[in-house]
């Protein structure tokens, strides 16, 4: 999400934001508020992707607790949980 997409969500959300770039910073509300809503909009997507991940990782218990292993279903289950929880490294 870049800075846009959270003040458009944002402002759908009821919130009353001014979107980038600023034309009348006077109509604006104060910058803090704009990067404290990005830091929150940052935690929540992170604890998002980490419980995406953690479907993906009960996937892998899961193949365990049965017994019979499917290696190539456990190793598309850990890459997928490897990949969501990598998508948090590149923002």
């Known amino acids: ?52 991940a953690k479907v993906c990782d009960g996937k892998v218990d899961a193949e365990y607790a049965t017994g019979k292993v499917d290696h190539n279903e456990m190793s598309w289950s850990q890459a997928c949980a490897i990949a969501i929880r990598d998508r948090g490294q590149h923002v």
């Open 1 to 52: 999400m870049n800075g846009y997409e959270i003040f458009r969500m944002a402002s759908e959300a009821g919130f009353n934001l001014c979107y980038y770039p600023i034309k009348d910073p006077l109509s604006c509300e104060a910058l803090g508020d704009k990067i404290h809503l990005q830091r929150f909009a940052a935690l929540v997507a992170a604890a998002e992707r980490e419980a995406c």
